[in-house]
């Protein structure tokens, strides 16, 4: 199987706050990724209201990629228009 992860910064989902490692191919169940995701344009004011996403998928070749796990994690509340996003959660 191939897996690899997406990474959000949230609350914003657009595609500057998107990036995807490289796609590990032919992995046990606990695949390393030794891999740099660089945001630019951060500053330290906007950390309290931000967070990092990460989602681990399963590509299949002949199907849609199945969602394994992920994560938020930041140090404020990841509030957005809409409301709060709850951070450091596991889902």
Known sequence: ???????????????????????????????????????NNIFAEQLSHICLELTVWDREPLSSNDFLGGVRLGVGNGEK?????????VF
């Open 81 to 89: 228009a809409k409301g709060p996003v709850e951070v450091l959660q």
């Open 1 to 39: 199987s191939c897996r690899y992860v997406k990474t959000y910064l949230l609350p914003d989902k657009s595609r500057q706050g998107k990036r995807k490692t490289t796609i590990k191919r032919n992995t046990s169940l606990n695949p390393h990724y030794n891999h740099t995701l660089v945001y």
